[in-house]
């Protein structure tokens, strides 16, 4: 079982939208296909169907999200002591050598990942150049539009 690597945010995130799934969304879809069953004939009876399409949804993100928690192995960034490498979990401040520009980023798993928050995928092309780099190094990244030099200003673990 391969292992999926989530800070403590993420893990909270994936938690609370499993417990609103089954606590709120499951009974709620459950009370729609009983409404629609009232109505009588199934098999001309649309809202059934998306009442049960909608039910199918959940059950399998209900599942995904079971077996995602399952495997996670969840890191605390504020815990780690990398040494001022760059490692999952940690937020990199970058400077861009062409430009200038300044971006910070924390690294965090695939699920976590939402660029305009500055969260970015441990699988992306920019995280991987960054990994185990530290102040000081130029990160080489292959993006869209050419290949890119960020230096790292600075690796914290917050």
């Known amino acids: 079982m391969t292992t999926i690597p989530l800070t403590l945010r993420g893990a909270d995130k994936l938690k609370a939208e499993l417990h609103r799934l089954k606590s709120v969304e499951r009974h709620a879809v459950i009370q729609a296909i009983a409404e629609a ?8 009876n649309a809202e059934y169907d998306a009442a049960k399409d909608k039910q199918g949804f959940i059950e399998g993100r209900i599942k995904e999200l079971e077996s995602k928690l399952a ?4 890191i605390d960034p504020s815990q780690l002591d ?9 937020t990199v401040d970058l400077e861009d050598e062409d430009s200038g520009a300044k ?4 690294i965090v798993g695939d699920d976590e990942a939402d660029l305009k928050l500055g969260l970015i995928s441990i699988s992306s092309p ?6 185990g780099k530290e102040a000081g ?3 080489e990244v292959q ?6 030099h960020w230096e790292i200003v600075g690796v914290r673990y917050v």
Not at 82 to 90: L, M, N, Q
Not at 126 to 131: E, S, V
């Open 37 to 44: 069953r009232a109505q009588g004939d199934l098999s001309e």
């Open 71 to 74: 495997a996670a192995q969840v």
């Open 82 to 90: 990398a040494g001022g490498k760059v490692v999952f979990g940690a």
């Open 103 to 106: 971006v910070t980023y924390q």
């Open 126 to 131: 920019i995280a991987r150049a960054l990994i």
């Open 137 to 139: 190094d130029v990160a």
């Open 143 to 148: 993006a869209p539009g050419g290949l890119r």
